[in-house]
């Protein structure tokens, strides 16, 4: 009896836990080296990365951050549910004299990432970035 008990709490516990159990603490990203971050950015695990994905929504024209968002909306979405959000953020923020300053990453837009850089350089973790839902 008290190990069909425990054997069901265990299951209870299981079922608990995220599905992905290599998930990485919040401010993991930081960690990583450049090499590793493009890895998980550009694996399977991104949702971006997802057949049917247009590259045009990655990139939008507007410079107004309301129409920019609209135009971003599908990316935006696919971020949200994305298991390496927060490496493509961080990934972005290291590359931005390069690829990393235009288009979505980390679910955020361009003038999104622009904002909050300056706390990325100042040692924020990435996650914290985020907006408040």
């Known amino acids: 009896m ?7 709490v ?22 990583l080296s450049e090499q590793e971050l493009l890895s998980r ?12 994905v247009d590259p045009d929504d990655w990139f939008p024209a507007s410079t107004r951050w ?3 968002r609209a135009e971003a909306a599908r990316a935006l979405a696919l971020c949200a549910q994305c298991a ?3 490496e493509c953020l961080e990934l972005s923020l ?11 990453w980390g679910g955020l837009l361009a003038m999104e990432r622009a904002a909050v850089r ?6 924020a973790s990435v996650t914290s970035l985020y907006p408040a839902s």
């Open 41 to 52: 950015v550009t694996s399977p695990r991104a949702r971006c990365a997802s057949p049917g």
């Open 2 to 8: 008290a190990a069909a008990r425990q054997s069901r």
């Open 66 to 68: 309301r129409s920019a």
């Open 84 to 86: 390496v959000r927060a």
């Open 10 to 31: 265990m299951r209870q516990i299981a079922m608990a836990q995220p599905d992905d159990l290599e998930r990485e603490p919040e401010n993991r990203p930081a960690g």
């Open 94 to 104: 290291r590359q931005w004299d390069t690829v990393g300053r235009d288009g979505v």
């Open 118 to 123: 300056g706390r990325w350089l100042a040692g």
